[in-house]
């Protein structure tokens, strides 16, 4: 429920240096919204359709948008559900009772994740500096995801856009301060030319 | 850095990855049978092959699924990658 989402504290605190980002890079803490972890077996991925609101994803290192959220591919038989409108124990219980019949598990971990909005025109080189993925909108366009590192930190990466200009970075509450840090860092070499601003 | 081809994920950076031992070691049918000597065999003993070698791998910063690889141990080139459960592919090292 939108009255009980909050937004990370380590990320508001660093709310003053995002909003000094160089032209070209925004920030966003995203509000934290309810995540479950859905296990699923292999034949039985129909049986979370009606629940999920859509067919979850086949294809690795992918996502598809769901009413109020989305659904991340983690793993051949293992998915993340977003929803920014349901109780996460309401979220869960609901998943469970749709693939639990299969064999398949549905856990909270709402209190896992919380999410980053990179934005801008400098986005995806900024990202690079920190990933070795090739994030060039044509082999990693809207649609894709990876969980890989970014910076020294295990992230979930989602491409939003087509033109690399708009990420989603889901990183666990403990290591949002660092990568937060690290982002602001990154971002000084996007300053333009001349004296440099304090960040 | 070498970069090694998840079955699921494609390529990614070794740093991404924890090697798991020797692939295909089966777990003994009855272990209470076996004697000491025979158990400390399936514990402890593993091939040690100049050439290639078939093991297993986790992509611990990735999807965290584990695979198997065959890897020449000469000069650490992935020769083939391949799901849990599928039999060690042929290929020339
Ligand atoms: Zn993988």
Known sequence: ?199 | MQLIRCPWCGPREEVEFHYGGQAHVAYPDDPAALTDEQWARYVFFRDNPKGAFAERWSHSAGCRRWFNAVRDTRTYRFLAVYKPGEARPEVAS
Do not use: K
């Open chain 1, 1 to 199: 429920m939108a009255d009980t989402l909050h937004r990370s504290p380590v990320l508001r605190h660093r709310e003053d240096a995002f909003a000094r980002l160089p032209e070209g890079l925004e920030i966003v803490a995203e509000p934290d919204v309810a995540l479950a972890d859905l296990r699923v077996p292999e034949g039985a991925v129909a049986s979370a359709t009606g629940v999920v609101g859509v067919a979850l994803p086949l294809e690795p290192n992918t996502w598809v948008a769901r009413p109020g959220g989305q659904v991340v591919w983690l793993g051949p038989d293992e998915w993340l559900v977003s929803d920014a409108d349901e109780r996460p124990e309401a979220l869960e219980a609901a998943l469970r009772a749709a693939v639990a019949p299969h064999d398949g598990a549905a856990v909270d971990v709402s209190a896992q994740r919380t999410a980053v909005r990179l934005r801008g025109r400098h986005a995806r080189a900024l990202l690079a500096t920190g990933c070795a993925l090739d994030l060039h909108p044509s082999v990693f366009g809207a649609g894709r995801s990876a969980q890989t590192t970014l910076g020294l930190v295990g992230v979930v990466l989602l491409a939003l856009d087509d033109r690399g200009e708009d990420y989603r970075i889901l990183v666990r509450p403990s290591f949002a301060g660092y990568l937060a840090d690290w982002l602001l860092d990154a971002a000084v070499e996007f300053e333009p030319p001349g004296p440099a601003a304090a960040l």
